[in-house]
């Protein structure tokens, strides 16, 4: 029997060897159901989810959207057999179990980290950067992006969190292992989560100025110089401006394959006075945004109905 298999990076997703299954009918469904998959093998209290997903209603008709969005819940599963996941309501908590032969990403996601740890650049085994190219793969989009609610926004942030550490650690391995296309690569996907990592911007200069391609890495400065001052309207900091000079020049080592080539080190940071500025004003931005965001949350729960 095909095992049931569940995303929840991106948008909500059951399916049953290749086959999909119905999505759910209601907005509040698929996000009970992700809620209790996500925190599985707990139960919870009734008065919980009641004040969580209907805190606004009183409570008679709070407990009668969660009976009926459970047995939505139910009858979306069925579809699934008995192998897939079970719904249990004792003594007045609900819990979920997944079972054992079911897939879900954000689990497989978690276990293929866990199994890399806490490690440098120089620790990781190609085993292990082959764990972190599997959980950076399953990455979607950040978790469940349909839903807005607010117990969704704290796991949401840290698996963010931990796919952007991992993209990192796999850009530093292949920077030490001196391979410069993965490495490029790497960088790329971090900017395009935050366009404003200035060391980031200078890590794809060093790239492609090892890789003997000059003018890309005077084309990332140029990028990143336009991006700060559109942005936060600062000028980039000291050493990114020393490093553009030295590529400019021709200063750096030779390409790598050439004698006594290596990869440059980071330079220490000379102005902490203008990175505190810089920071502030990405906190600053990164408020406006999530302010917009809850804005565009309020709106879609206004426009949604009761269940």
């Known amino acids: 029997m095909d095992a049931l298999r569940v995303r929840l990076f991106g948008s909500l997703e059951l399916s049953l060897g290749d086959r999909r299954l119905c999505s759910f009918a209601t907005r509040k469904s ?3 159901f992700s809620y209790l998959l996500l925190h599985s093998e707990r139960p919870h209290p009734r008065d919980l989810l009641l004040g969580t997903f209907w805190g606004d209603y009183p409570e008679a008709v709070a407990r009668k959207h969660l009976r ?20 249990e309501v004792p ?7 997944l079972k054992a032969e079911s897939w879900l990403d954000t689990r497989q996601f978690e276990s293929d980290l866990s199994r890399v740890g806490h490690r440098s ?46 993209v990192h650690l796999l850009m530093m391995y292949h920077l030490h292992r001196r391979e410069w296309g993965p490495a490029v690569q790497y960088a790329q996907r971090l900017l395009a989560a935050d366009p404003l990592h200035e060391q980031v911007h200078c890590t794809l200069m060093r790239c492609y100025a090892s890789i003997g391609n000059r003018g890309a890495a ?13 942005e936060l309207d600062v000028e980039p900091m000291r050493a990114t401006v020393a490093l553009h000079d030295e590529i400019r ?9 050439a004698p006594g080539a290596s990869l440059p080190a980071q330079q220490p940071n000379p102005d902490p ?35």
Do not use: F, K
């Not at 009926?68 to 719904?87: E, F, S």
């Not at 599997?134 to 839903?147: K, P, Q």
């Not at 005077?218 to 559109?230: A, D, M, N």
């Open 273 to 307: 006075v203008g990175e505190t500025l810089r920071r502030l004003r990405i906190v600053d931005r990164d408020l406006a945004r999530t302010r917009r965001d809850l804005r565009q949350a309020a709106n879609a729960v206004r426009l949604s109905t009761p269940d």
């Open 121 to 166: 650049p120089e620790e990781v085994s190609q085993e292990q950067a082959g764990l972190l190219q599997s959980a950076i793969a399953l990455y979607r989009g950040d978790l469940l992006e349909e839903i807005y609610d607010e117990w969704c926004i704290y796991d949401r942030e840290r698996l963010r969190l931990l796919s952007v550490n991992a």
């Open 91 to 97: 003594d007045n908590a609900v819990v979920l179990h």
């Open 68 to 87: 009926d969005t459970l047995w939505r819940i139910r009858q979306v599963l069925r579809a699934a057999g008995p192998g897939g996941v079970q719904i």
């Open 218 to 230: 005077l084309r990332q400065y140029r990028i990143c110089v336009r991006l700060l001052r559109e």
């Open 30 to 32: 698929r996000a009970l």
């Open 249 to 257: 020049s021709g200063a750096l080592p030779e390409p790598p394959g």
